[in-house]
């Protein structure tokens, strides 16, 4: 299983970005997905995480301009980002929780993506 992560890059405060998170494999389910993120210097946060039948919760330093949504055909978590601020800066990272076929057999596993970097410019 991989998740593979595009979108990021270099945005002027209160600009947007939509970050994408595409899962592959045989995968037979996909629990919860999330985003976090972590800035130089901090630990990992949780930014925002959407279960399988389409719950959301979010930080309260994102709500009202991060929107996270799902779409299940394609293995697929999204962040829409709005209204950016420079402490959004920071690597943000993918994680999903998947049942899929692995070696030993059909396994649930917890799986991160491998980053990517948002800046947002003061």
């Known amino acids: 299983v991989q998740l593979v992560e595009s979108g990021g890059g270099l945005v002027q405060a209160g600009g947007s970005l939509r970050l994408s998170c595409a899962a592959s494999?045989?995968?037979?389910?996909?629990?919860?997905m999330g985003w976090y993120r972590q800035a130089p210097g901090k630990q990992r946060q949780l930014v925002a995480i959407i279960t399988s039948s389409g719950s959301t919760n979010y930080t309260d330093s994102v709500k009202g301009r991060f929107t996270i949504s799902r779409d299940n055909a394609k293995n697929t978590v999204y962040l829409q980002m709005n209204s950016l601020k420079p402490e959004d800066t920071a690597v943000y990272y993918c994680?999903?929780?998947?049942?899929?076929?692995?070696?030993?057999?059909?396994?649930?596993?917890?799986?991160w993506g491998q980053g990517t970097q948002v800046t947002v410019s003061s």
């Open positions: 494999g045989i995968i037979f389910k996909i629990n919860a």
């Open positions: 994680n999903a929780e998947i049942h899929a076929l692995q070696p030993m057999g059909p396994m649930t596993g917890n799986y």
